[in-house]
């Protein structure tokens, strides 16, 4: 029997059972994107204080898509009517029964504000017309579990790190060492001097530590974990590892970078204007130990020129 015998077969008995051909069911998030508000959705608004279009959501979503006819849209009346909601929304109304937090990245990704149930407000200045996904968050966050812990201390570096595959949505527990090697190549360049690589392995290292001692966050979900994958902490991509950056970070290991004794957030830019939250004192220009390095300084002058008050020790 043909494929096309079959179609035409499948489609009389259809007939024969209703008196007309049975529609696929919608699914249901679909069914309650209807434009308006209800209860149980949260909702953009394309303009501020909750007027223009609306579109409503009753689940999570990674990413919002940017064109037409794929994309999640305002779909109420009003101004925004068919726009495509990422990087569009200016207010919100949380009419679920769970605090929803709106990212400034897809993949639940990047800065993000929290909207507690019922809450109605503006998107902040960081987030306003920057929306690219959205997530409902668990009630209630369990409570942190010995797994949350860290070996390290001040004075010895942790056996292992906590990183949130923001993509993934999971955690990993990933050995130290082998993060660094993992970190290293996605944030400093390859073919830089050795004694620029040797700053930024000292720099990502210590980055990674200090946040292996303090961090408390959570995912959406309420796993513990130290840092994020991507720039939020720094680009860990599982098998990036190279061997002049492994190199670096193997010369460099034994060396820790103190201040007052206590490890700190060795905290690092591009240059020292592509960061607004820049400090003197607590960055270092990574552009700059490239060429620091090249006119010939040691990776030990460099991180005391950007770090104030640091000692370089074992």
Same mark, same amino acid.
């Given at each position: 029997m043909s494929v096309r015998t079959v179609?035409?077969?499948? #489609?009389? @008995?259809?007939?024969?059972?209703g008196g007309a051909v049975l529609a696929t069911a919608s699914p249901a998030t679909a069914a309650g994107r209807d434009g308006v508000c209800d209860t149980g959705?949260?909702?953009?608004?394309?303009?501020? /204080?909750?007027?223009?279009?609306? *579109?409503?959501?009753t689940g999570s979503i990674a990413d919002y898509s940017t064109e037409q006819p794929t994309c999640y849209d305002f779909k109420g009346p009003g101004a925004g009517k068919g726009t495509c909601i990422? $990087?569009? =929304? @200016? *207010?919100?109304w949380n009419r679920s029964g769970k605090t929803v937090r709106v990212y400034f990245n897809t993949g639940y990704a990047g800065s993000y504000q929290d909207f507690a149930p019922g809450a109605k407000a503006n998107l902040n200045a960081t987030l306003k017309n920057q929306n690219a996904s959205h997530r409902f968050l668990a009630s209630a966050p369990p409570p942190a579990g010995p797994g949350c812990k860290t070996d390290g201390t001040d004075t010895r570096p942790?056996?292992? !790190?906590?990183?949130?595959?923001?993509?993934?949505?999971?955690?990993e527990r990933v050995?130290?060492? &082998?993060?660094?090697?993992?970190?290293?190549? /996605?944030?400093w360049v390859s073919s830089w001097p050795g004694e620029s690589l040797k700053a930024g392995a000292l720099a990502v290292k /210590?980055? %990674?530590?200090?946040? =292996?001692?303090?961090?408390?966050?959570? &995912?959406?979900?309420?796993?513990?974990?130290?840092?994020?994958?991507h720039t939020s902490s720094q680009v860990y991509r599982p098998g990036s590892a190279k061997a002049v950056t492994s190199a670096a970070i193997d010369a460099t290991w034994g060396t820790r970078l103190t201040r007052n004794g206590? !490890?700190? #957030? =060795?905290?690092?830019? =591009?240059? &020292?204007?592509?960061? %607004? $939250?820049?400090?003197?004192?607590?960055?270092?220009?990574?552009?700059? *130990?490239?060429?620091? @390095?090249?006119? %010939?300084?040691?990776?030990?002058? !460099?991180?005391?020129?950007y770090y104030t008050g640091i000692a370089l020790g074992s």
């Open positions: 179609r035409l077969l499948s #489609r009389l @008995a259809a007939v024969a059972l959705e949260f909702c953009y608004y394309f303009n501020s /204080n909750h007027q223009g279009s609306v *579109s409503d959501f990422k $990087n569009a =929304a @200016a *207010s919100v942790p056996t292992t !790190i906590l990183v949130y595959r923001t993509s993934l949505d999971r955690v050995d130290f060492r &082998t993060y660094v090697k993992n970190v290293l190549p /996605n944030e /210590n980055f %990674g530590w200090y946040w =292996a001692l303090h961090s408390t966050r959570r &995912t959406p979900s309420g796993q513990c974990f130290d840092v994020y994958d206590k !490890i700190f #957030r =060795a905290q690092y830019c =591009a240059t &020292t204007t592509a960061c %607004g $939250n820049w400090v003197d004192g607590d960055w270092m220009s990574q552009n700059g *130990s490239r060429d620091k @390095a090249r006119a %010939g300084w040691s990776h030990s002058r !460099i991180l005391q020129h």
